[in-house]
Nanobody, 113 residues
Framework: VQLQASGGGLVQPGGSLRLSCAAS????????MGWFRQAPGKQREYVAN???????RYSDSVKGRFTISRDNAKKTVYLQMNRLKPVDTAVYYC????????WGQGTLVTVSS
């Protein structure tokens, strides 16, 4: 299984970005895809996840601003990030859990004026 994340970049505070993560390889029908992030000098933290049945969960820090979704036919998970803040600056990693956990390579999001 391989995961390819994309969509990061530089955005001003209050702006929006949409991250994508495409999975390839042997993907089971039942799995959980999610996003984590790691800010400079900090540990990786959970952001959101979504099951193959589209049940989603969020960390308190992003709830109400970020939306996770997925397209099972495309084996892709998305993270719509709105009202971005400088504290959201981090490398964002996607993962897929289906017994084993797989990680993507990360995409950098920088929120700065």
């Amino acid at each position: 299984v391989q995961l390819q994340a994309s969509g990061g970049g530089l955005v001003q505070p209050g702006g929006s970005l949409r991250l994508s993560c495409a999975a390839s390889g042997s993907i089971f029908n039942f799995n959980v895809m999610g996003w984590f992030r790691q800010a400079p000098g900090k540990q990786r933290e959970y952001v959101a996840n979504i099951t193959s049945a589209s049940n989603s969960r969020y960390s308190d820090s992003v709830k109400g601003r970020f939306t996770i979704s997925r397209d099972n036919a495309k084996k892709t998970v998305y993270l719509q990030m709105n009202r971005l803040k400088p504290v959201d600056t981090a490398v964002y990693y996607c993962n897929l859990r289906q017994g084993t956990t797989y990680w993507g390579q990360g995409t950098l999001v920088t929120v700065s004026s």
